[in-house]
Each structure stands twice: as C-alpha cells, then as structure tokens.
C-alpha cells in the first residue's frame, strides 16, 4: 500500500522566508500525489496536484511543488511566507492499485509564521 | 454551488452509545469518503462509497459503518463509542473516485466521548 512520510509536524519560518514542507512517498511508480491545506476549524482544500503532466506542480496562493522520482519526494515550497500561511499542510499520495484504490494521507505539518 | 455540508458540527456522546453523522456532497458528485483526523495522527481513511457501493474501507473495526443513498448523501454510524472515538470526522466529495481526483472537504463533525 502506498503511503506518504512528511519531515517535522511543525515549521517556524519568518514572515517573508521561504517556506519548505518535507514529503516523500513510499512507491517505485509515480503515482498521483497531492497537497492539501487545513485552516483552523475548517476542512481541507487542495493547493496542488501532481499526475505526472509536468514535474514542477504550481497551486494556489503562490505554492509550488517538484516531484522528483529519484529521490521519491514532493516537498512544498513558497518564495516568502505570508502571515495567512499559517495553517496544517497534508501530503496525500494516491493508490491505483485494484483493489485499494484510496487517497492516504500523511501525519501532516503544522506551518508556523512569525511575524 | 454549495459546498460539502456535513451535519452534526458538534455532539458530545458517553461511551457506548451510538452516533450517526451525515454528510450531503457537492451536488453532481458520486463519491463520498470519511476519514477520521486525530491529532499526531493525521487523516485516517475509513470508508469510500460511490454510486451508493462501497469501494473500499480502512482498518477500522465493525462498529464503524457508513452507506450512501441514492441522492449522493451519505451517514456514517459508529456503535459502542469508546473514549478513542473522539476524533473530528470528515467527509469528501468528488466527481470521480477519490484517488483519482480532487476532494472536496467538509468542515466536520467533531465528536467526543466522555
């Protein structure tokens, strides 16, 4: 089964640093991969999605992430972090295998910005 | 287009009792997944249900349960609460099946045991 391993449940980046959330999957075919976005007391929402159309994936509010199959990772990027930012950040990798077909998630990573 | 309403938001239950929670879709959606979201956790897959069938299940024990009706909507039932039930469950909709596509959240039903 596929799943997907994000490096530091929390990050502190300053306001205006560059923001980098950690991702790596765990299949040898690339598979669909995604990042979601969780505000306080809301639902997920996606920011981007990767299905192998292009390796460099841009979202929504100026995130982007790179799949890079050699080191089987999909981490999520940001020029300068903004106080909005501040939210819980989900990887989620998709399974196509029959019979398990299913999105997992990640732990997830709680983004921090100071002012 | 109205978003993903899940209902109850809030609800408070003691052990052993039983929980239904609802979840109606963006309208023309076939698909309804629920996952349960602790802390440290993260979002734990629990059932996909679409066209009223249920496609796949997580590893969770019988008490959790869950159908769809024909207009999309769909509940979830967990019988005999224990306290490690307390949880925030959401709910996905989406046009495809969910691997495939993008989910669509509600805000949740965030449930405790006491």
């Known amino acids: 089964a596929q799943s997907v391993t994000q490096l530091g449940s929390h990050v502190s980046v300053s306001e205006g640093a560059l923001v980098l959330l950690r991702c790596n999957y765990s299949?040898?075919?690339?598979?669909?991969l995604f990042w979601y976005v969780q505000y306080p007391n809301q639902g997920l929402q996606l920011l981007l999605k990767?299905?192998?159309?292009?390796?460099l994936v841009k979202g929504i509010n100026g995130f982007e992430a790179e799949f890079k199959k050699s080191e089987t990772s999909f981490h999520l990027t940001k020029p300068s972090a903004h106080m909005s930012d501040a939210a819980e950040y989900f990887c989620?990798?998709?399974?196509?295998?029959?019979?398990?077909?299913?999105?997992?998630f990640g732990t997830g990573t709680r983004l921090t910005i100071i002012p | 287009k109205a978003g993903v309403t899940q209902t109850p938001r809030y609800l408070i239950k003691t052990r052993g009792q039983q929980v239904t929670l609802s979840c109606s879709p963006i309208?023309?959606?076939?698909?309804v997944s629920w996952y349960q979201q602790t802390p440290g956790q993260g979002l734990q897959f629990l059932f996909e249900?679409?066209?009223?069938?249920?496609?796949n299940k997580g590893n969770f024990p019988g008490r959790f349960s869950g159908r769809q009706f024909s207009n999309s909507r769909s509940e979830m039932n967990v019988s005999t609460l224990e306290l490690g039930d307390s949880a925030l469950y959401l709910c996905?909709?989406?046009?495809?099946?969910?691997?495939?596509?993008?989910?669509?959240f509600g805000e949740g039903s965030r449930l405790t045991v006491l």
């Open positions: 996905a909709s989406s046009f495809g099946t969910s691997n495939t596509g993008e989910l669509f």
């Open positions: 299949s040898s075919v690339p598979p669909y």
């Open positions: 990767y299905t192998s159309a292009a390796t």
């Open positions: 989620a990798v998709s399974d196509l295998n029959f019979g398990n077909e299913k999105l997992t």
């Open positions: 309208s023309g959606h076939r698909s």
């Open positions: 249900y679409f066209s009223e069938t249920q496609r």
